[in-house]
């Protein structure tokens, strides 16, 4: 398949790709979780949920395994790094504190669970992660390659932390990237758009970016 994408048209073939669905979960996406407690606006993430929608029933009827990932930690904290936890406390969203949907960024807390909109289905895979990237200390590369997968098709939260650190992850370890611009976004919009610059600069250099329409129509 073609699409019509960024830098120049991005080719996949359906059986070799997987749809990555980054971190839309209760904490990055809702109210009083800890995006917003970080300080964030989470207007510009929320917005974006119809359109993963689309994507995802869209990969799904290409037969294209759907990959969730989730960012979160241990409840004992044990594979938080202490950098990660000062830092979240000096910022107000201390992590395994309590907050208004439970432990905050802690694996099987309300606020760790994908938003009801984008339910994973009992076949999808759900990779718990503890850093910024998919790849880090995460079973995912065996996943893709069990499965012959080649290419990835991205989207998700947020466009300069999880997703771009992901997909340069998977741009060293071989996999055509192609982020979905609608269908990801920062907090920030002057991020989400710095981000699809660094990404197809250079011819490419870690992926391609289209929109939820291109992917549609091709
Ligand atoms: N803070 C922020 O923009 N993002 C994160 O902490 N994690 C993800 O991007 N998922």
Not at 31 to 47: K, Q, R
Not at 125 to 147: M, P, R, W
Request: proline share 5%.
């Amino acid at each position: 398949m073609i699409v019509d994408a960024k830098p120049y048209e991005y080719t996949f073939d359906p059986e070799k790709t997987a749809l990555l669905v980054i971190d839309m979960q209760r904490d990055f996406c809702e109210h009083g979780g800890f995006g917003e407690m970080l300080g964030n606006d989470i207007s510009e993430v929320t917005a974006i949920i119809p359109q993963v929608g689309k994507v995802i029933d869209h990969c799904r009827s290409l037969g294209m395994p759907v990959i969730y990932t989730k960012e979160g930690h241990l409840p004992d904290l044990s594979d938080c790094p202490p950098s990660k936890l000062r830092r979240s406390k000096k910022q107000g969203a201390g992590i395994g504190d309590m907050g208004p949907m439970g432990r905050i960024m802690i694996q099987g807390e309300p606020g760790n669970d994908i938003v009801p909109e984008l339910y994973p289905k009992e076949e999808d895979i759900v990779i718990h992660k503890c850093g910024k990237g998919s790849f880090y200390k995460t079973a995912l590369e065996d996943n893709l390659q069990e499965k012959g997968i080649e290419s990835l098709i991205v989207t998700g939260v947020t466009t300069h932390v999880c997703v771009q650190t992901t997909i340069r992850e998977a741009n060293d370890r071989g996999y055509e990237c192609l982020l979905i611009k609608d269908a990801s976004a920062a907090y920030d919009r002057a991020d989400h758009l710095a981000s699809l610059q660094m990404i197809t600069q250079q011819g490419a250099i870690f992926g391609w970016t289209a929109d939820t329409e291109s992917l549609l129509k091709a």
